[in-house]
């Protein structure tokens, strides 16, 4: 899966030290394994539950709603949106809609539940 993001996240998410400089040691590790697992996938759908796995990939509700999430060390999660082309007309087959997502933004490194 091709991934991108910008700014201060993406300087963070190309070079290790200034990840490390940003998030500390511990979390680097996350992150980097993190990115590495998203790369590795074909889509989202590898992640498709029961898939998920202990990145436990889930589409968030409410004020982040479309925008996904990877758990990291807690409480910190690894969110991204889709990029998509050409998004399908029908969201309702979700699993269809996560084989569609091949590219995603990494949007930001946060507590959701705080």
């Known amino acids: 899966m091709e991934i991108r993001a910008k700014g201060k996240l993406k300087a963070a998410l190309e ?3 200034e990840c490390k400089r940003q998030y500390g040691s511990d979390m680097t590790k ?3 394994l993190r990115q590495n697992v998203l ?3 074909g889509s989202l759908a590898d992640f498709w539950p029961p898939n998920s796995g202990p990145e436990r990939c889930h589409e968030l509700k ?3 709603a479309g925008t996904f999430s990877i758990d ?5 999660r690894l969110l991204f949106v889709p990029i998509e082309e050409s998004p399908p007309s029908d969201r309702s087959d979700e ?3 996560w084989t569609s997502i091949t590219k995603v933004e990494i949007v930001g490194i946060e507590d ?3």
């Open 72 to 76: 990291l060390k807690q409480p910190f």
């Open 30 to 32: 996350k992150i980097m």
């Open 62 to 64: 409410g004020d982040l």
């Open 39 to 41: 790369r590795a996938a």
């Open 95 to 97: 699993q269809s809609r």
């Open 112 to 114: 959701t539940h705080g």
């Open 15 to 17: 070079s290790e030290a």
